[in-house]
């Protein structure tokens, strides 16, 4: 099954829209993060991020983040296949509280689209890095592109 968490009321209607005869598909329109909280993001397209500045006060959209800790825990210790993250520059807290709250290793492939953003990425990239290799193999990169990572010990 699926879990579609897209935190943009337009964006999570048209996933509703895609997947409405597909039962095994469930949309939550909120975000993922590294604690529960209602914050704003700024409407810009497929590059609507919490971490872009915008100018413009009637492009922001305000919206609920869920705890990444406990969407796992509601999964009561339930393998996840694949974990696809592309959330312009919401990877790297909600990797870092994965990895402080041991959830990563609950993974057996993740697919990262790390990003240029917010402040001090690339240090929390190097860390979120060298975390990952004790759970992880990384079986390909293309930088701040793409990447992915299977469960250690699994023949690639």
């Known amino acids: ?29 909120m ?3 590294g604690s529960d909280r209602k914050s704003f993001f700024n409407f810009l ?6 971490f872009l500045e915008s100018g413009d006060s009637r492009q922001k959209v305000e919206v609920t983040t869920v705890d990444i800790a406990r969407v796992f825990n509601e999964l009561d210790g339930e393998r996840v296949a694949c974990l696809k993250l592309n959330i312009e520059g919401g990877e790297y807290e909600v990797l870092e509280r994965m990895i402080e709250t041991q959830q990563v290793g609950h993974c057996d492939s993740l697919l990262i689209q790390f990003h240029r953003q917010p402040m001090g990425y690339q240090e929390r990239y190097e860390r979120i890095v ?16 793409w ?10």
Not at 1 to 29: G, M, W
Not at 130 to 145: D, F, G, N, P
Not at 147 to 156: C, F, M, N
Request: hydrophobic share 35%.
């Open 1 to 29: 099954r699926s879990e579609i968490y897209e935190p943009v009321p337009t964006f999570a209607n048209q996933c509703v829209d895609r997947f409405r005869n597909n039962k095994l598909v469930q949309v939550h329109e």
């Open 31 to 33: 975000a993922v993060g």
């Open 45 to 50: 397209d497929n590059g609507t991020s919490e």
């Open 130 to 145: 060298s975390a990952l290799r004790k759970t992880h193999v990384q079986t390909w990169c293309y930088e701040m592109i």
């Open 147 to 156: 990447e992915k990572w299977e469960i250690a010990g699994v023949s690639q």
